[in-house]
């Protein structure tokens, strides 16, 4: 029902009009325009300021797009509204949305790295014969600062053994907030299919790394 309810609202948000709720049961929802009167065709203008796009929906969808463009700005945020979700939104609003959304991403992410420790423990636990290191920086003050990452599992160090004859080196950006770059060592297996034999998480592509 919360999944509908807010596909709902989405496609009202788009269509530019205001959502009035008639009835809601626990497996039923009835919902219409308010203040309209379906006629004919439907022909009336859409509305690219819906009262429906406060802040709080805005912030919802600015979370999904940071994921793949954490650098975002207000007036890339007010595009993207625009352009994906046809609403104009005022641009403190926008403002003010693009900063809790930030917040959230950059809250989700850094709790992710909190937990490598326990990640690691996992490999090591239920994949003995796995190598899973990560390296920190020390912080005067507070928690140390990831680093590195590198992972060997074992069935990948098996299979390296088994019949690894060429093994080619990749390296990609990450668009997270926090950036970095992720580099794999692979090979192409007996069925033409990509073969990871190790990957590691490093700030950059660099000698150091």
Not at 17 to 35: D, H
Not at 102 to 113: P, S
């Amino acid at each position: 029902m919360a999944m509908f309810k807010q596909a709902l609202k989405d496609y009202f948000v788009y269509e530019g009009k205001e959502l009035m709720y008639l009835k809601n049961e626990s497996k039923r929802i009835r919902a219409g325009v308010l203040k309209r009167t379906f006629i004919g065709e439907h022909n009336y203008d859409k509305n690219l300021s819906s009262n429906m796009a406060n802040r709080a929906w805005a912030t919802s969808k600015l979370v999904k797009r940071l994921l793949a463009q954490p650098l975002m700005t207000p007036k890339e945020a007010l595009d993207h509204m625009k352009q994906d979700y046809n609403v104009h939104i005022h641009y403190m609003m926008i403002y003010r949305a693009l900063k809790a959304a930030r917040e959230q991403t950059i809250g989700k992410e850094r709790e992710q790295y909190g937990k490598l420790y326990y990640y690691l423990n996992e490999i090591h636990r239920s994949n003995p014969g796995s190598t899973g290191m990560t390296d920190v920086t020390p912080q005067p003050e507070g928690r140390p600062l990831f680093n590195r990452l590198y992972i060997f599992l074992d069935a990948c160090k098996k299979g390296f053994k088994a019949g690894c004859t060429l093994i080619e080196l990749d390296g990609c950006f990450l668009k997270g907030y926090f950036g970095g770059h992720l580099l794999s060592a692979v090979r192409q297996d007996a069925n033409n299919s990509f073969f990871v034999i190790a990957f590691a998480i490093v700030g950059a592509e660099n000698t150091d790394s």
